[in-house]
């Protein structure tokens, strides 16, 4: 073991020996290299002194200088490591002796045979301080670890407040131009921007030239914009630039057949004018949003403050409420059209809508709407996408959308619906909920009278039986509950529903039992409604959880007896069911033929009685309806609903009155129409003179049926629900363009019902420019998920190719055409909404560019121009 020793630590020497020797001779060598060269330069600086009348004094300095900035006299700063920071040439990496001298080292920054590099200039100023960061910004994700880092980067923050103050980082003061001669550049007024003078002094630039992500011109894709300019355009106003389309007509005067066309169709529109209400002050000039901020929710909705009873006196007369002054007075306060006028106008509509001449035209100008449109997209959807970008924040999922037509008795989805039931079944099986055959029954004992597990079960009923006979005293409908799952509950519509209007409206049955919807699904039941207001909390409990969705729910009063009015308020009141995400519509079911038959009333009289009489009752005198009048503060609209594609007789000029019409038939859908049109314009009247919330007619129409239904209500209402009856008839889809009726379609919903999705006319109607949202109508008979109006959404994207404009458009609409708050609508979609065009728009809250909203209000308006042949008075607020 020695002698291995021996020899190891021998070789070890040797070895060692043998490198230190060969490294001694490297170094040898590379010192001599280096003298040499030393003394190579120090000749050729002394033949240039000699030539030049420099001093070895300065050659000294300068070499002495370079060696403390670093080689070849670069200043290193923050900056790229593998490029030279040539502005310090000019003035940061010499020495201010040295510029005083006259002497200056330049360095060609090029190697020859390369192109020129083209740097940015760096910026100075009078107390400008450079800081790590200011002039690389890194792309890459910023690392947590890292808490200060000279590659933080300004985006990816939602706190605007937060963000780096950009007046450190830019400099609008005379750029450095030593890059310039470096590049090669001997005439600086050859190479300066047009925007800088010979002086180099910054000269206003025009904003047809400026670059901006929302006004570019040439190819924009692979533009990355800087995130601190990005940071800017934000903050700033938007003035976006596009291609706009300017079709001029080979004519200049239009043909006698087309001026006579567009006369007509001036006549429908003023026609439309004289029926529609329309408040005296408009919200906006009664309230006066001064703080940005989010509404405050009101602390206590139902509180009643009591107020004084008015001296108004109303009657009923021909199936018109008239208010008066005081009883003895003979004044009607607020006239409405008869029936008679009002059947005449309709009957007008409908022989326009039939001529051939104007049929044509208005096909004709649909076609050239959609036709613009999808030039408009060609030349802008890049430009829009590119705006949208610019909005901080804003995305879809964060613009406010709402449900404009959802059926309370089915705004949950079957799983929510399954699993309240499971719990209430589990928590209070013996709860008293029902009485019938005279015999009141519990849930556990409704439950088993239903026997939901059927024949399936074989083997758990037989399990059940066992442990029950060995003494296991299990809970008795422990086996139902656990049996019940979705498909059992049958409540979602399939292919037995498609024209089925009368099964679609079984599955609100779950299970097929009628009891069970009285239990859970209605108000005015033995419990009250209790199960139904603890359902709704929940679902109002999801939309605030999703904060930027809304829903305005119909609930129904059916017109049997007055006091379903002061029981459906009760019902709100003591279940205090109010969300700030959520308000009311009351619609009125098309079943005057049913209670007919049932004996329930004599006359259409009735209905209009139990309809409208505490309305009036309660605005005339509060005090009379306490809760009622607390409750419509909620109330936004009044909603006709059923099936409209049941067959009925026109209505003729002269109709009988509702106290005559005692037949079992059931009227026509105009019929409806005026009666509910007619009281409600009074109560608005009403209502608005004595400073309290008004109620818009916003009723079902064009889902099914004639395109009669359509005709009255382009005279009457405000928006309707589904309107896909429209693509029948050009004439009245061109009205509704022209006067922009809201129209709240459901593609899915109509696709269990009447029309196949791909046939839906919703896309063609939204590319015309039509007043268009997305709605849910039955989440619990078509929708699947949790959030049933996102997954309308999704599927419209998806089937329609929609883009993500396209659908905060949508949005957008859906907000104009609720019913909520004039403060919660400047709060949701910008303090200016009620004017039209991009004046109204806030991209950073409805993320729809200012492209979109001009184009879209600039074809409206020259085919305002168009039908009333250049002479149309253009408002300048919504309707």
Known sequence: MDAYAMHLAMAALVGASFVAVSAYYMHRKTLTQLLEFAKTVERERDDNSDAGGSSPRHVKKRRSHGRRKGSNGYYIKHGSASLPDVTAISGGGIDGEEKRNGHVLYVEGIPAGLPRLHTLPEVKSAGHVKRPGSFIRSTSPKSPGASVSAFDNVEGSDDEDNMIDEDNMIDNSKPDTTYLLINGNTDIKDVLPQHINANVEQMPIPASSMIRSHSVSGDLHGVQPDPIAADILRKEPEQETFARLKISPIAEVPSQDEVDSYLILQECLEMRKRYLFKEAIAPWEKEIISDPSTPKPNPDPFSFTPEGKSDHYFRMQDGVIHVYPNKDSKEDLFPVADATMFFTDLHHILRVVAIGNIRTLCHHRLNLLEQKFNLHLMLNADREFLAQKSAPHRDFYNVRKVDTHVHHSACMNQKHLLRFIKSKLRKEPDEVVIFRDGTYLTLKEVFESLDLTGQGNFFVVLIFILLYREGCYLIDICLNRYDLNVDLLDVHADKSTFHRFDKFNLKYNPCG?????????????????????????????????????????????????????????????????????????????????????????????????????????????????????????????????????????????????????????NPAFSYYVYYCYANLYTLNKLRESKGMTTIKFRPHSGEAGDTDHLAATFLTCHNIAHGINLRKSPVLQYLYYLAQIGLAMSPLSNNSLFLDYHRNPFPMFFLRGLNVSLSTDDPLQIHLTKEPLVEEYSIAASVWKLSSCDLCEIARNSVYQSGFSHALKSHWIGKEYYKRGPDGNDVHKTNVPHIRVEFRYTIWRDEMQQVYLGKAVIPKEVD
Not at 547 to 570: F, H, P, T, V
Not at 575 to 596: C, D, G, T
Not at 619 to 630: E, F, K, M, R
């Open 513 to 665: 039992q009628s009891r069970l919807r009285e239990i859970f699904l209605k108000q005015d039941n033995l419990i009250q409604g209790r199960f139904l207001g603890e359902l709704t909390k929940q679902v109002f409990s999801d939309l605030v959880a999703s904060k930027y969705q809304m829903a305005e729910y119909r609930i129904s009063i059916y017109g049997r007896k007055q006091s379903e009015w002061d029981q459906l308020a009760s019902w709100i009141v003591n279940n205090e069911l109010y969300s700030e995400n959520v308000v009311w519509l009351i619609q009125l079911p098309r079943l005057y033929n049913i209670y007919k038959e049932m004996g329930i009333v004599t006359s259409f009289q009735n209905i209009l009685d139990n309809i409208f009489i505490p309305l009036f009752e309660v605005t005339v005198d509060p005090d009379s309806h306490p809760q009622l009048h607390v409750f419509l503060k909620q109330v936004v609209g009044l909603d006709l609903v059923d099936d409209e594609s049941k067959p009925e007789r026109r209505p003729t000029k002269h109709m009988p009155t509702p106290a005559q019409w005692t037949n079992v038939f």
